[in-house]
């Protein structure tokens, strides 16, 4: 069974920078895409960047220039630099897995969250 383990959350002051981690277990087929997503309190989840299998990348805006996201070449190890923090990045932040060998085949697995907060 695929298991997705977030760490390196926590408490950071404005403009502050935190590193997450996303571990991927269990996996028996090739990751296609790792996305970070967050979710605020009372709002809802919404993506933060993804990394894919061939190398690309890509940001929500408000994590352009401030975020970057990395992995290694399998995807079963993923980070997210955050730099530059603000209190509206205070959220639990989650990875998500899409896996499979083609678009029909493709499942998907989420990690439990890891908590950012910002705050001065």
């Known amino acids: 069974q695929v298991q997705l383990a977030e760490s390196g959350g926590g408490v950071v002051q404005p403009g502050g920078s935190l590193r997450l981690s996303c571990v991927a277990s269990?996996?028996?087929?090739?990751?296609?895409?790792m996305r970070w997503h967050r979710q605020a309190p009372g709002k809802q989840r919404e993506l933060v960047a993804a990394?894919?299998?061939?190398?690309?990348?890509n940001y929500a805006e408000f994590a352009k220039g401030r975020f970057i996201v990395s992995g290694n070449n399998a995807l079963d190890t993923v980070y997210l630099q955050m730099n530059n923090l603000s209190i509206e990045d205070t959220a639990v932040y989650f990875c998500?897995?899409?896996?499979?060998?083609?678009?029909?085949?493709?499942?998907?697995?989420w990690g439990q969250g890891t908590q950012v907060t910002v705050s001065s």
């Open positions: 998500h897995a899409v896996i499979g060998r083609s678009a029909g085949d493709y499942s998907s697995a």
């Open positions: 990394i894919a299998a061939i190398g690309s990348t």
């Open positions: 269990g996996i028996t087929d090739p990751i296609y895409v």
